[in-house]
């Protein structure tokens, strides 16, 4: 008798059947589809799960997103879920990365072609606050700890995850200083590698207006801040020791001169997402 089932192949026919045992059967986990043929599971920390059920849906979900011509998997585990790594790492996830509260592993099916996964964040962001008064003194700090202990030098810190350079270096001064500044210009940067954790830093020179004068330094941090002429700061032999440094003084020297334009703020949005940004140009 001439039947539906006997125009399928023999391996269609068997990939039907897996396909509906694993939806039928076998419970598998809530995905979000990505926008390069991937999946990604939210583990939820409000949702226990012991060792074995983990492991068995894990592999059946698997096998699923195999059927379904999925490519990348990331799994996002709450480090209240710790206990699961292993059972992912046994079937053949590695990590990607991790934070303070979670461990992002990540598994490629299709072992005939290499993974494509995006390279976890390989740059650190670093400023530093060239702030200028009205008598023309730049603002300076020592710092208790660091590379450049006992060191005059200016204001500089790390940008935090989310803030923008420009609020970076406002924010930094503060801290560090007491300062209330406004973010003027954006001077220059350097790229360096094999810096914190093995990764690249990135450090941005930026021009700050201040809006009161008496500093009110932080203890924690800072040993001594001043308001330094610009020219014994450029010339000060511990800054002319570096060269980047002396590059960086000599910068801010044209500035203070009116002989050197950086880049201004301009607040703008990304395409379709249509997310706030700052555009670092001069003005047109």
Not at 170 to 199: D, M, N, P, W, Y
Request: glycine fraction near 6%; aromatic fraction near 12%.
């Amino acid at each position: 008798m001439f039947s539906f089932f006997s125009c399928l192949k023999s391996s269609e026919l068997m990939d039907s059947f897996e396909e509906a045992s694993i939806d039928i059967k076998m419970e598998i986990f809530e995905v979000i589809e990505d926008n390069y043929g991937g999946v990604i599971v939210n583990m939820k920390k409000e949702e226990p799960m012991d060792f074995l059920k983990f492991h068995t849906m894990l592999k059946a979900s698997i096998s699923h997103w195999r059927l379904k011509g999925k490519k990348g998997v990331w799994i996002k585990l709450p480090i209240e879920l710790a206990h699961l790594v292993n059972a992912a790492v046994k079937e053949g996830f590695w990590y990607h990365h991790a934070e303070a509260t979670y461990l992002m592993l990540v598994y490629w099916i299709p072992h005939e072609i290499p993974h494509t996964f995006p390279a976890y964040a390989s740059h650190r962001i670093g400023i530093g606050a060239f702030v200028l008064n009205q008598d023309g003194q730049v603002l300076v700090v020592k710092e208790k700890s660091g590379d450049m202990t006992g060191t005059w030098k200016l204001p500089t810190g790390v940008v935090d995850e989310g803030e923008d350079i420009c609020m970076a270096a406002v924010r930094e001064v503060q801290e560090e200083t007491g300062i209330e500044t406004e973010f003027v210009e954006l001077f220059a940067f350097s790229q360096s590698h094999k810096s914190f954790f093995g990764k690249s830093d990135l450090f941005f020179i930026c021009m700050l207006k201040p809006l009161n004068f008496t500093i009110n330094k932080q203890d924690a941090e800072i040993e001594e801040a001043k308001w330094m002429p610009m020219e014994e700061y450029a010339s000060r032999s511990k800054v002319n020791q570096s060269e980047l440094s002396k590059m960086i003084a000599n910068i801010c020297v044209a500035k203070k001169e009116e002989q050197y334009t950086g880049f201004s703020a301009l607040l703008t949005t990304t395409g379709h997402s249509a997310k706030k940004c700052y555009l670092y140009s001069n003005n047109i």
